[in-house]
């Protein structure tokens, strides 16, 4: 199983509950806005704790109330692309894309710094501080920085909403390579049917 | 250009000393207590937000008797420190440093708290998820982004240690080259007949003095913090 989610998580007034096991290699969550889909991204990041639940990855129980299992997020080594990219902005994109790069161990990554950054075609962007760069630019900033941390999974944010058709086509083309030829479990969050229909062999709808 | 006299100088000097160790040694403790305040909720938190902030708006006389109490030499603490450090405050220029620190305190933990406060916790939790501890993500995200707030918070510090007077005169009491800072001087000063123009000359140097920190200070969060910080 790739992701194996069931979780019960109360946050103020509302209720989120989901349970799915999926065995794609690309599995999209969708549901309407106030569902709860970053709610759920989150619990698996390890950045909220569900009020009881089961969260396991490629096999691995990331959290399990019943066992009293719960993972520190830097223990889950997950790659999560947030929907609002959250770069650091006193460090410049090059240290951005090494941030989770030095914390990775050396036999744990599978990707190197000049292939992420061929990968994502950012090269000319390195010395560039966060605040100067577009949505396009900043997005694909985020997408390396999380693949340099050598993650073992990827949860992907609506990693391709209010970006222009030509800049989200090509960073579909490479969520798809991503997909293909590095094998790592992927969730993705979107709104957008065509994009789940090309992507994902399974989807888990949230009501 | 006005030369200052060699009395003038060492007032000076002291106190410059006495404020520049205050805030050396209030710096990590306001941070903490900053962080705590900023970032924490425990039981007691508005407690000790409450103690924090007592020395701005106690009279500072009273700050000078409750530090006589603990740190006199026949009080709890100041007995400790001279048992086991041989350290003793009272009449001394390290008690003058104290009463300025802990006045100084409450304005070096508002600039600090505000600064941390203005820290985006979802840039720590992206530290988290690539890896980084929470000790790690504390070192390399929450204390640069609130530099701004701590070199505020210094030079804040700072100028309220120069202007320090009614904690210091009643804990430190005011002995020439010991414990009478600028403040101290020159109430001396107007103790005396004829003493005028040496009051004015003091009192010259002490506002210019309290504008340079204020005026470094709003220099070095423009600089680190970009348009949008301000001191002042």
Known sequence: MSFEVFLDHRVGERRVGLGFASDAP???????????????????????RPDRGRIAVAGIPLFDSAAGIDLAPEKRRGGYVFQDARLFPHLRVDANLRYGERLAAPDKRWIGHDEVVEFLGIGHLLDRWPTTLSGGETRRVAIGRALLSAPRFLLLDEPFASLDPARAEALMELVERIRDQLEIPILLVSHDRH????????????T | MIWLTPDEWAIVSLSLKVSGVAVLATLPVAYGLAWLLARRRFPGRIVLDALVHLPLVVPPVVTGWLLLILFGRSGPVGNWLEAQFGLTLVFRWTGAALAAAVMALPLMVRAMRLSIEAVDRKLVEAARSLGAGPWRAFWTITLPLSVPGIAAGAMLGFARSLGEFGATI????????????LPLAIYSGLQLPGAEAQVARLSIISIVLSIAALIVSELLVRRSGGSRAHVL
Do not use: D
């Not at chain 1, 969708?30 to 991204?41: I, Q």
């Not at chain 2, 009643?170 to 800072?181: D, H, K, L, Q, V």
């Open chain 1, 26 to 48: 690309l599995t999209a969550l969708v549901g309407p806005s106030g569902a709860g889909k970053t709610t759920v991204l989150h619990c698996i990041a390890g950045l909220r």
């Open chain 2, 170 to 181: 009643t804990f430190a009491s005011n002995i020439a080259g010991e414990t009478r800072t």
């Open chain 1, 195 to 206: 994009e789940v229909e090309r992507l994902a062999s399974r989807v888990v709808t949230m």
